[in-house]
Structure formats: C-alpha cells, structure tokens
C-alpha cells in the first residue's frame, strides 16, 4: 500500500469515526424515539409544516443517529407513496449536498492536514474514476451516504457529476421506502433489492448523457 492510499484510508477511518460514534452513543436511544409511528407522530406535531420536518430530520442525519429509512416510511405513511416519496427524495438530496458542500468548501484544510497533499489527489483519482459509483450506490446503505458525500466534497469531484449521481441514488431510495410505508409493509427486503439495482440502472443512463 502506497503512502498516498494508507493517508487516505486514515481519512476515511476519521469520517467513519465521527459518523459512527453518535449511532454507538445515541444510536438505541434514537431508534426508540423515531419508529415508524414515533417519527410519524413527531412530524405531525409540527402541523402543516410535518413535510419539512421529516426533511430536516433526513438532514439531522448526517451529524446525527437518525433511522433515515424509517422517516421515508413515515413520510409515505402519511403523504401517500408519490408526496412522501418527492419529500423523501429531496431531503435525501439536501443532506447529500449539504454535507457535500460543507467538506469541499469548509472541510479541505483538516483533510490536507489528516492526509496531506497525497492523499487527497488519492482520493481526486478515485473519484474522478468511480465517484458517480460510490455516490449513487452508498445512497441506500447505512452510514455510507453521508461518508461518501463527506469525502466526494473533499476530493472536489465535479459537481455536474456529483448532482446527478445523488440523484440516481437518492430518488428511488426515497420513493420506496415512503410506498412500503404508504402500503403499511413491514419487511424491507424489497426496498433494499429496489434501491440498489435502481440507482444503477438510472447511473448508466446518466453516464451516457455525461459522456454526450
């Protein structure tokens, strides 16, 4: 292993640290909280406004132990599977950009400083490679997303790629966790299968008109 790709891994292992450490700390106490009928009945405290709510909890997620499949099913539990999917698709847009923006623009010197001009241009090449890949793919893991969106916005990959990546990702995600929670499903299987082979299928499309 190169010195570039073991400062790199360093990096990675920091930002999967400061993810991973409030889901240890806070994680069972979340999960209480915001089950599916708890994380409905939060929203709908905020009236009208319960469609924002269940976005700003979608961006929570990205410092914060949130059950972000949970909200998307409480979300189509009570907008229906086409409105809670559209919510659920944007909050998932807004938190892949969100942490994206705030590590390119704020979060590039603590990287250099934690992997140093190497490793970063590692992580460049790598993204500049497969970064619409990562980005697309990590939308319905756990913890993945705001991981990969954390280190896209540090190796400075494109936004004209990174947008419609997040958007491959994080629209089939959306819609369907909110329809399993629109048809009071239990099991999630389905939605895993769904939003993993979507977002591929929607990438290698939006690979050909990048290329165009």
């Not at 890949?133 to 280190?151: D, G, I, N």
């Amino acid at each position: 292993m190169t010195r570039g790709s073991r400062s790199l891994l360093l990096l990675i292992l920091v930002i999967l640290t400061g993810i991973i450490v409030p889901f240890v700390i806070w994680g069972a106490q979340f999960d209480q909280t915001l089950s599916l009928e708890g994380a409905r009945k939060w929203m709908e405290g905020y009236g009208a406004w319960a469609w924002a709510a269940g976005i700003a909890l979608l961006v929570a997620d990205i410092v914060l132990p949130v059950p972000s499949t949970v909200v998307m099913s409480a979300l189509g539990w009570m907008y229906g599977w086409w409105v809670g999917g559209l919510v659920s698709a944007a909050g998932s847009m807004l938190s892949g950009i969100i942490a994206y923006a705030a590590c390119r623009w704020l979060g590039r010197g603590a990287a250099r400083w934690i992997a140093g001009a190497e490793g970063l241009s590692k992580g460049e090449e790598i993204f500049e490679r497969r970064g619409g890949w990562l980005v697309a793919l990590s939308r319905w893991m756990p913890v993945l997303p705001e991981a990969v969106a954390c280190l896209a916005g540090l190796s400075n990959m494109r936004w004209r790629v990174f947008l419609p990546a997040l958007a491959c990702g994080s629209v089939p995600t959306g819609f369907v966790f909110a329809a399993i929670g629109h048809l009071g499903q239990s099991e999630p299987a389905w939605a895993f299968a769904l939003s993993a082979i979507v977002p591929v299928l929607l990438w290698l499309g939006a690979v050909r008109v990048l290329k165009r």
